[in-house]
Every structure is written in structure tokens, then in C-alpha cells.
């Protein structure tokens, strides 16, 4: 954070003043309270929490700014508390100063599914001329848009976030504390809907990527190929929109796509001229990924030349279809940070183009993001109908949330002594253990919360040997 004054923080956010002589440089803002806390910290203190100050009484140079200065008791002489009122709006003064004090490109990603990995393919091209602020992993809540706001100091050339949706307003909120002048809308898929009613409240709760965003100077990257975007998003206020993706009307269009070693490759096609594009990892959505970065790095003032260079050693997140040795000589797909339908739908296309020849065994877990209720159902069958069309040999559903994938299986004409229901790692380890060889091909695509249980933890080391050798050597 870039360090400012106690006294020129309260002024801005129309705060009543301490003493002077209790000025101090913040080093630190919060939004939330806590027991560990860094000295020169100011604490607005949004969730009314009860504040026990022994917890502090090692600190110093703390200020909290309350409406209920009752629930801050055994505070010491230098943990201090002034009352306001209004406080959310105060310490929306606070955000909007803090941002606009940084005349930088900041670029904000968001689409049901691809934002980690776009995120990530744009940072780590800026990496070696810039100084880049993003997200960390795939880290992308309400709750740590503050941090990463004030992540941003003077030495910071250049930041890319996440913007997700949870539930209307949620994305709007991001785009008040980024002001992104960069932004990106990857994809919606109507069906993540854990937090949205409807289909059309979680697309209209997409379309929230354009709030606040300057017409004359904002730039718009959309993805072209996607039917929904089309209906949410009105372009017309805006003089800057770039289109990507493979349809004729897509300022960076993509021709020619091949799976080849290790990855993608594809010709990038942008104003008359063509270029040879490899994208490390397997799936049309890589290439779909690969784009969007490519816009928003040249929006940036990188070349499409060192872009496509940098592209080409992209490193992928842990657990991002990441490809891995496995048990018997098989091969294991690991696509477990997370799942919903249009990522389980990508990587059941990766298993099927990857798989040609192979034993092709899907693990498929519930979707968070889905959340219950007729849509859910539909869709869950509809998963089960895709793993058949994709030539799934061997179908393991995990746990009950998920049965109807099965169902769909079953309806769509799978063998019924190909599916099997499965709820705990050792019973998908004792229904796969005979049936992995070297000519087998594993796609895991049970979400991280599922695979942190003890019996599926136990299950990924017995699949992929090289996460035992590493537990075993205490490198982890």
C-alpha cells in the first residue's frame, strides 16, 4: 500500500479528526476486524464485529472508524476509535481516492468459466517488462477486493483482477473498487446458478462488467462466439469494443485449430495479417483464453509478436486440467480446482480428443456454482449425456449431489455396467484399481472441496504416484 497520512485519509473520507499529535503514516487499511493485526493499520469497521482489544495490546498506531464504538472494549493507549455515521459511505470516499490516485491500465476479467487462466496468461506476459498487481490463484471473492486495491503502490505499472459473480451486484461492486479501463467478458454460461434464481438474473448479473465504465476511453473485449453476451451486453455506448474468437466478425479471429503436443496451436488472424499462435494445454477454451490475453496485453502496449512468444511457455495452475503420470503407466487429468458445467463440458472434450484410442474413464463430481432445483437437474442429466457422447468408457459419479449425471448416462444409452455411483475415494479406487493400465486416460473433474476430503486426498496419491514420493519426502 502506498503509505498517507491518518489526518489526509480522515479528511477525504469527511471523517472527524484526532489530535494532531496522533497523526501517523497508514500503512495498512481493513475492512473487517480481526484478532492479528499489523501496526499502522486503519480499521473500517464494516462488519460491526465485537473488538476485544487484548488482543492488541501489543500493537500500536491503530485507528478504528465505527458507528458502534461500544463493541470495541479493552482497547490500550494506542489503539484509538472514532465514531462517525454513514460509515459504508465514507469509506467509499476512501476507496475511490485510494484508487484514482494511480493513473494505470488496470484490466478486470470475468466470464462463468476461464478467468484464472486468463488472468494468469495476461500476467505472467506483462511479468517481465512490467510490474503487474493480480489476483493470486484463482482467490477472486468480495472479501479480498480491498487487499488487492491497495496492493497497487507507486511502483505498480500495471494491475489484472478477477471479477466474479456470485449474485446480482457482486461483479458491480468489483467494478467499483478496480474502475478497470481494461475489461473482459470471457463467457456466460447460464447454467451458475447457485446464487441466481434464474438464468437471465445470473446473465443480467454478467452484463454488470460495463458499470461505470467510460464510453469514450473504456475498451471492451467480448468474446464473439457466445450467444449470450449478445443478448445482456449493448455495445452502442461504447467506442471502443474488440471482438475475439472465431466467427468472421471477431477482430481476433482464430483459424485453424489443431491439437498438437502439449497443447494448441492455431493461426491468429488480426487486421490482414496471420500469426502462428501455441498455447501450452489441451481445449478449445485455452484458445478462446489466449485471445482475450492477447487483446488486452496489446492494449497495454505489448506487441502481438511477444505476446504469442510469451504465450508459448504459458504455466497453467495447479490443478487446471493439469496433465500428470499415473498409476500403472495411465494417464491422469487433473481438472479438480473447480467444476461447472461449461469447464466439465471442456474438459469431457479434452478427454475425448486426447483419449482417441485409450480407455477413457471420467470422475465427475457435483458443481457448486449449479446450486439445486429444476435447472440443476436438467443440466446434471445433460453432463451425463455429454460423457457419453464423448466416448467415456468408464463413468465414476461422485456423490449423491451429483446421481443425475448418471441418469443422463443411462438415458443417453451408456452401458449400465459402465456407470457406477460411487461416494468416497476408496470406493472409486476399489471400482477403477483393475482397470488403469498404460492405455487408460483419467479425467478427475470433482470439484477441490470434494477432493480435500481424507478418502479422496487418499485417492489422488494412489492415482498419481509422484503426489505420494512427494509427501513422503516431506516436500509438501
Keep these: 500500500m502506498k503509505g498517507l497520512k491518518l489526518l489526509d485519509i480522515l479528511k477525504i473520507a469527511n471523517i472527524p479528526e484526532i489530535e494532531s499529535n496522533k497523526d501517523f503514516i497508514v500503512k495498512h487499511v481493513i475492512n473487517y476486524s480481526k484478532k492479528e493485526i499489523n501496526n499502522y493499520t486503519l480499521l473500517f469497521h464494516l462488519d460491526e464485529d465485537r473488538i476485544r ?29 472514532i465514531k462517525t455515521d454513514q460509515l459504508k459511505e465514507k469509506y ?16 478486470g ?63 458491480r461492486v468489483a467494478c467499483q473498487y478496480f474502475q478497470p479501463q481494461i475489461r473482459i467478458l470471457l463467457n456466460i454460461d447460464v447454467h451458475h446458478l447457485a446464487d441466481c434464481e434464474t438464468p437471465e438474473e445470473y446473465m443480467k448479473a454478467k452484463a454488470e462488467i460495463t458499470e461505470g465504465m467510460d464510453p469514450e476511453k473504456g475498451i471492451l473485449i467480448l468474446n464473439a462466439d457466445d450467444q449470450n453476451i449478445k443478448k445482456v451486453i449493448d455495445i452502442t455506448p461504447y467506442k471502443k469494443v474488440i471482438f475475439f474468437g472465431k466467427n468472421n466478425i471477431a477482430n481476433y479471429r482464430a483459424k485453424n485449430i489443431r491439437y498438437v503436443s502439449g497443447g494448441m496451436n492455431f493461426l491468429l488472424e488480426n487486421e ?17 483464453n489466449a485471445l482475450a490475453a492477447i487483446v488486452a496485453v496489446v492494449n497495454v502496449g505489448i506487441d502481438i509478436d511477444t505476446a504469442i512468444m510469451r504465450l508459448a511457455s504459458f504455466e ?37 480428443n486426447i483419449g482417441k484410442g485409450k480407455k477413457k474413464i471420467a470422475l465427475l463430481g457435483y458443481m457448486p456454482q449449479l446450486g439445486d432445483g429444476p435447472y440443476a437437474n436438467k443440466i446434471y442429466e445433460e453432463m451425463g449425456e455429454t460423457a457419453y457422447k464423448a466416448g467415456v468408457d468408464l463413468l465414476i459419479v461422485v456423490g449423491e449431489e451429483a446421481r443425475l449425471i448418471k441418469e443422463g448416462a443411462l438415458k443417453a444409452g451408456m452401458d449400465p455396467n459402465k456407470v457406477s455411483l460411487c461416494y468416497t475415494g476408496n470406493e472409486v479406487f476399489e471400482y477403477i484399481a483393475d482397470q488403469v493400465n498404460e492405455e487408460s486416460i483419467i479425467l478427475l473433474k470433482v470439484t477441490h472441496r470434494v477432493m480435500k476430503q481424507p478418502s479422496f486426498e487418499k485417492l489422488k496419491r494412489k492415482l498419481i504416484p509422484e503426489i505420494l514420493q512427494t509427501d513422503e519426502e516431506g516436500l509438501v
Design 316 to 352: 497453467h495452475l495447479e490443478e487446471h486440467l493439469e496433465f500428470k503420470q499415473g498409476m500403472s503407466g495411465c494417464t491422469v487429468i487433473d481438472d479438480t480446482w473447480n467444476s461447472a458445467p461449461l469447464s466439465m463440458t471442456s474438459a469431457l472434450q479434452v478427454l475425448r
Design 109 to 171: 476479467v470475468t466470464g462463468t468459466c476461464g478467468k484464472s487462466t486468463t488472468k494468469e496468461m495476461i500476467r505472467q506476459i506483462l511479468d517481465p517488462d512490467l510490474h503487474v498487481v493480480s489476483t493470486w490463484m484463482s482467490m477472486n471473492s468480495m472479501s479480498v477486493n480491498l487487499r488487492y486495491l491497495t496492493r497497487i503502490d507507486d511502483e505498480t505499472d500495471v494491475a489484472v483482477f478477477e471479477m466474479p459473480v456470485a449474485y446480482p451486484g457482486y461483479l
Design 272 to 288: 490482414g495479417k496471420n500469426y502462428s499462435v501455441f498455447v501450452p494445454g489441451y481445449g478449445e477454451h485455452n484458445v478462446y
Design 92 to 107: 467509499w470516499r476512501f476507496v475511490n481516492y485510494y484508487r484514482n490516485l494511480f493513473k494505470l491500465p488496470v484490466i
Design 53 to 81: 482489544g487484548r488482543y492488541w495490546s501489543q500493537n500500536h498506531s491503530v485507528v478504528i472508524i465505527t458507528e458502534r464504538p461500544e463493541l470495541c472494549t479493552d482497547l490500550g493507549d494506542e489503539i484509538y476509535v
